[in-house]
């Protein structure tokens, strides 16, 4: 967990009244604060402030009619439905902290609260009721407005609000994702305005409004398999190719066919089949379906039909079904040679030499049970290939379980583990609660930063890996699993032994197999195919079509030595295709740090629009298109005033 973060729940006074300071500097003098700030708490200051948001605003202000708010709710029923039983539970534990929890629509418009009375009625005073939008442009910096732009949890606390009237409150947002597409269905949010709450009781409501959303979004996806139980033995067992593609067109599942078709099996996005990306976004707009029209790829005609997929009327991409034409007199049938790990490989990108040998491992590690352990930098694609050993081994029809051992609060990670049964603690589900171990029974957990977990913790994992066995916190039970275990870490586990934070017992029965994942800046001529592939998934959701890359654009992007990996890359792609204006990404596009190759013409164009602006930096910046931070950092670096 971010240190900041720790502060906040820990010493929440201490705490506010540092930020507050912080806070002030920025809203009356305009100042970057020098203080240790949160990155995502300043870039959405920023934000708030280029959409006009009033920092000393009294209150919410964009509500809906009472009108649209029935038949926002309307929409929602089945996601209202499946949060009413979870909350049901939490009501004491709500109570007894002063809190309140709201659930948002995929808007962050509040369709419904509950919880302590006194809260709910200081929070009305703010608007902070049904029909209330927490979005940013509403709201300025707070919990459900950052989750809507990053889709993750978000925590905010007191000061860090951008709206003063709000210092005294803490939020914190768990989005609710749709299965498979992982578009945005709701937020559920917890706050309160206590500073006098308990750090462990802090933690724990944290903890709650995760699980709560994640809960419902494991209701979303059993309705999912349940509904499509039947028509997947159907998909596996017609000809055709089939893909489920999300809402930015890329693909997220296939069939059996697809997935050893020769010429499909390697295809990740729409826009790699000529023709299709259109016909894709035609019939997501309309929402109607397409049938039998005719594409080409790779020398073949495809029949190809397209039925658009929505929730609650939100639309979450399509499902494509491609049927190959006869061939034409005198062509030869090629026999499908894509094998079960091809397509379980699928996503992972590479054809460097470094890159080829350990997915050359991984498949070996795929065809065998022992426990695997994944090292590598912040970025380089643990997780992901993680998934693709489960699902090239003999376990890829069982959960796959992924945990994040550094970001559960050290009291919460054995529960989490372990599960709980009912009563177990103070804030426990009446029913209690599996563990993370027991619900990849049969399948494959990934521990993912494995080196941060805390030292009492690695005692409890190392009892379940030697015994297979969990126990329930307040329980006494066995009860006996069958998983296999892939744990990843950035660390260096041998120094933190020497150290003393990692127990080295742990250790040796974690590091059975081993696989290295190079960092990018060892592989460089990945960058081309992982540039394309990134614009490929993401050049839709900007706008863009067709992108042409300049030479000196990849130069730049193979020059740059990449400390956040593979992630830091496809973040910078994301960044440009939302800089660029045309059609063409140049390295004008990308970050200073990555563009050092041109600083002549960088520290021209800045002096050309402040020069234009009449000095005002503000102004120069929206002239760039960049934001005023990015302004003052590239001044800077050219020393520039």
């Not at 007191?158 to 709000?166: D, G, L, T, V």
């Not at 910078?572 to 063409?584: C, P, R």
Request: some cysteine; overall charge negative; hydrophobic content about 40%.
């Amino acid at each position: 967990m971010n240190q900041l973060l720790q502060k906040a729940i820990a010493e929440p006074m201490e705490f506010n009244l540092s930020i507050k300071e912080v806070w002030k500097r920025y809203t009356d003098l305009g100042r970057f604060p020098d203080e240790p700030i949160r990155h995502e708490i300043l870039e959405s200051w920023e934000h708030s402030k280029s959409l006009g948001v009033d920092p000393f605003q009294q209150k919410i202000e964009e509500i809906i009619s009472p009108h649209e708010l029935d038949h926002r709710i309307r929409q929602n029923e089945q996601l209202l439905s499946y949060a009413s039983p979870q909350i049901t539970d939490l009501n004491d534990l709500l109570n007894e902290s002063g809190t309140m929890l709201c659930v948002t629509d995929r808007h962050g418009t509040i369709l419904d609260s509950f919880g302590d009375r006194s809260t709910l009625k200081r929070a009305e005073v703010l608007n902070i009721f049904e029909g209330g939008t927490w979005s940013e442009s509403s709201a300025g910096t707070n919990a459900v407005g950052v989750a809507l732009k990053t889709k993750a949890p978000a925590q905010v606390f007191f000061s860090e609000h951008f709206c003063e009237k709000n210092h005294e409150w803490y939020c914190m947002a768990s989005p609710i994702l749709a299965p498979f597409t992982k578009e945005l269905v709701g937020i559920v949010n917890v706050a309160g305005c206590n500073l006098n709450l308990h750090p462990h009781t802090l933690k724990l409501l944290v903890s709650e409004a995760k699980n709560l959303s994640g809960s419902i979004h494991a209701r979303l996806y059993e309705d999912a398999i349940r509904e499509n139980l039947f028509l997947t033995a159907a998909l596996d067992g017609t000809e055709d190719a089939v893909f489920v593609v999300d809402s930015q067109k890329e693909i997220i599942n296939r069939n059996k066919a697809a997935a050893v078709h020769p010429s499909l099996s390697g295809i990740s996005g729409a826009g790699l089949i000529k023709g299709l990306d259109s016909l894709l976004e035609q019939s997501m707009l309309t929402g109607q379906k397409i049938q039998n029209e005719s594409i080409r790829h790779k020398s073949h005609i495809y029949r190809c039909s397209i039925y658009p997929l929505t929730f609650q009327e939100i639309g979450l991409g399509a499902v494509v079904f491609l049927r190959q034409s006869p061939d034409l007199p005198g062509q030869k049938k090629r026999r499908s040679t894509a094998s079960s790990d091809d397509a379980a490989f699928a996503h992972v990108i590479g054809s460097s030499t470094p890159m080829v040998q350990v997915i050359n491992q991984a498949k070996k590690a795929a065809a065998i049970d022992a426990t695997l352990f994944l090292s590598g930098e912040t970025g380089t694609g643990k997780e992901v290939f993680a998934q693709a050993i489960h699902r090239a081994g003999s376990r890829r029809n069982k959960p796959f379980v992924a945990i994040n051992c550094g970001a559960i609060p050290p009291g919460l990670l054995e529960s989490e583990l372990s599960g709980y049964e009912a009563g177990s603690f103070t804030g426990a589900k009446s029913k209690g609660s599996p563990g993370k171990f027991e619900m990849a029974e049969g399948g494959t957990i990934f521990l993912d930063e494995i080196g941060d977990m805390p030292l009492e913790s690695q005692v409890h994992l190392l009892r379940i890996l030697e015994e297979r066995e969990v126990r329930r916190i307040g329980g006494e039970r066995a009860i006996p699993v069958d998983v296999r275990v892939i744990a990843g870490t950035h660390r260096d586990l041998k120094r933190a032994v020497e150290e003393g934070t990692f127990r080295e017992d742990l250790l040796y029965r974690l590091k059975i197999i081993q696989l290295t994942l190079p960092p990018l800046r060892e592989r460089i001529e990945d960058i081309p195919e992982l540039s394309r592939r990134f614009i490929e998934e993401n050049a839709g959701q900007f706008g863009k079509r067709q992108v042409r890359v300049l030479p000196e654009t990849i130069k730049c992007l193979m020059d740059y030595h990449w400390p956040g990996n593979v992630r830091e890359l496809k973040n910078v792609i994301q960044q440009a295709l939302f800089t660029m204006d045309g059609e063409t990404l140049c390295p004008s596009h990308l970050p200073a740090e990555i563009s050092a190759s041109a600083p002549q013409s960088e520290k021209a164009r800045l002096l050309d629009a402040l020069q234009a602006e009449d000095g005002v930096v503000s102004h120069a910046a929206i002239r760039l298109g960049i934001s005023r931070a990015t302004m003052y950092r590239r001044m800077k670096k050219y020393q520039l005033t």
